[in-house]
C-alpha cells in the first residue's frame, strides 16, 4: 500500500528538445528533502505520453538510480497503443520500480469489457503491483465503480483516481471495501475527505513545486490534528490556486525556478509561460508569502 505524499514528477527537457538530464538531481534532492514519500513517473505532470519510448525508459532509469529504496517509485506505462505499455511495465520491473500504473488505452473509446482485458493481459505481464489511473479528462474513458470491482477480482491491486469528484471517490470506496486495494487520491484538493475514507496515500500535482505544503497537510491527517489538517487543507487549495492561475504543468516549471531549482522546459508542444502569466502567478504567491 502506497502512503505519503507521492509527487508526479515533471519531465525536464533542454531548449534544443533533449530530456534535461542533468536537472533530475537538483529536482530529486529538493522533494526529497522535504519530506515527499515516493514518485509517480511519466503521467500527465510528467507528459508521459509526449514522450518516446525511449524517452519513457530513460526518465524511469534516472529516477531509479538516484532514490533509495524506501522511497516507492510507481511507473505510469499508459499508452494508445498497448503493445508499447506492456513494454514499459516490463522495463519498469526490470529497473526495480515498486509498481506500474495506467490509463486504460486512449484515443479510441473502449466499453468496459474492453478496458478489463487490458488490464488483466497487463497484470498478467508483471510481477509487481499493477495499479489502475482514472483520468477520463485525459484518457477519455472511464473507470467506474461497476468497473472498479471487475478490476480488483482480475488483480489490480489500486487506483490513482483524478477525476476529482468525492462522491465518486466514495463510491469506489464502496466497491473496495472490504478488501486491501489500495485507493490513492489524484489531488491534494482533495485529501482531508479522502483521508477520512481510509486514502492513505496522495499523488498531487501541487507537490512538485511545493511539497512541503502537502506533507504538512499529510502530518497533520495521520496525526488526528484535524482542525489543523482542516487549516492545511485549505492553504494547499489556495497555493494550488496561485500557481494554476496559467497552465498548472507549464506554471510548475516555472515556480520551480522561482524557487531556484532550475528544470528546464516542458516538452514541446507545451510552452514556457508568457512574461504576463509568470508576473500573475510570482504576485499571488508573495501575497501568499510563499515566495
Not at 41 to 49: A, E, K, N, R, V
Not at 215 to 235: D, F, I, N, P, T
Amino acid at each position: 500500500m502506497l502512503e505519503g505524499v507521492i509527487v508526479p514528477l515533471i519531465t525536464p527537457f533542454r531548449k534544443d528538445g533533449e530530456l534535461f538530464k542533468e536537472a533530475f538531481d537538483p529536482l530529486l534532492d529538493f522533494l526529497i528533502k522535504r519530506g515527499v514519500s515516493g514518485f509517480f513517473l511519466c503521467g500527465t505532470y510528467g507528459t508521459g505520453p509526449l514522450l518516446t519510448l525511449d524517452e519513457r525508459k530513460n526518465v524511469v532509469e534516472l529516477v531509479m538510480e538516484r532514490v533509495k529504496a524506501d522511497l516507492k517509485v510507481i511507473v505510469h506505462v499508459g499508452t494508445s497503443n498497448i503493445d508499447m505499455a506492456f513494454e514499459l511495465a516490463k522495463h519498469a520491473q526490470e529497473v526495480g520500480a515498486y509498481a506500474v500504473a495506467s490509463t486504460p488505452p486512449f484515443y479510441q473509446k473502449y466499453d468496459e469489457d474492453e478496458i478489463l482485458s487490458f488490464f488483466k493481459r497487463l497484470v498478467s505481464k508483471v510481477n509487481i503491483p499493477v495499479y489502475a489511473y482514472n483520468n477520463p479528462a485525459r484518457s477519455g474513458n472511464e473507470i467506474t465503480p461497476k468497473l472498479l470491482k471487475r478490476l480488483i477480482e482480475a488483480g489490480v491491486v489500486g487506483m490513482k483516481d483524478s477525476e476529482f469528484d468525492i462522491i465518486k471517490f466514495y463510491q469506489f470506496a464502496i466497491e473496495a471495501k472490504g478488501t486491501e486495494f489500495d485507493l490513492v487520491i489524484g489531488t491534494e484538493r482533495l485529501l482531508l475527505p479522502a483521508y477520512m475514507i481510509g486514502s492513505r496515500a496522495c499523488i498531487s500535482g501541487l507537490s512538485n513545486c511545493f511539497p512541503e505544503v502537502v506533507v504538512e497537510l499529510y502530518r497533520k491527517l495521520k496525526e488526528g490534528s484535524y482542525e489543523e489538517a482542516k487549516e492545511a487543507q485549505l492553504k494547499a487549495i489556495m497555493v494550488g490556486d496561485a500557481v494554476e492561475l496559467a497552465p498548472a504543468v507549464q506554471s510548475t516549471f516555472e515556480v520551480l525556478r522561482m524557487r531556484g531549482v532550475d528544470v528546464g522546459y516542458p516538452k514541446p508542444p507545451l510552452r514556457m509561460l508568457t512574461d504576463e502569466e509568470k508576473m500573475k502567478v510570482k504576485d499571488a504567491l508573495r501575497k501568499l508569502e510563499m515566495i
